[in-house]
Nanobody
Framework: QVQLVESGGGLVQAGGSLRLSCAAS????????VGWFRQAPGKEREFVAS????????YYGDSVKGRFTISRDNAKNTVDLQMNSLKPEDTAVYYC?????????????????WGQGTQVTVSS
């Protein structure tokens, strides 16, 4: 079965940290750009971070710059999102998505495989 699976979400107090992981089953991530997106209730989906196929380029949404870090381990076929200094406004369902092969990781890349999401809740 082809799927992306996010893990690591949960409930954390403001100022805390979480590490999300995106794992692939039945498809490869190692030669593809990967992005993280989030959607809060009543809001549109928002770009969070992305990484090029080889990890050489990373991009971040303005609201998370300096607090979140995206990284990848192509040998393990995973992409992680380290989230520090979390704020209540970071509360959302977080999704990972696979972009194009040999993709630059630009937010404008076409991300066409999506996971089911993991809930992140930050309490004040």
């Amino acid at each position: 079965q082809v799927q992306l699976v996010e893990s690591g979400g949960g409930l954390v107090q403001a100022g805390g940290s979480l590490r999300l992981s995106c794992a692939a089953s039945g498809l490869s991530l190692s030669l593809y750009a990967v992005g993280w997106f989030r959607q809060a209730p009543g809001k549109e989906r928002e770009f969070v971070a992305s990484i090029s196929w080889n990890g050489g380029n990373t991009y971040y949404g303005d609201s998370v710059k300096g607090r979140f870090t995206i990284s990848r381990d192509n040998a393990k076929n995973t992409v992680d999102l380290q989230m520090n200094s979390l704020k209540p406004e970071d509360t959302a369902v977080y999704y990972c998505a696979r972009g194009p092969s040999y993709g630059s990781g630009s937010p404008s890349n076409n991300y066409n495989y999506w996971g089911q999401g993991t809930q992140v809740t930050v309490s004040s």
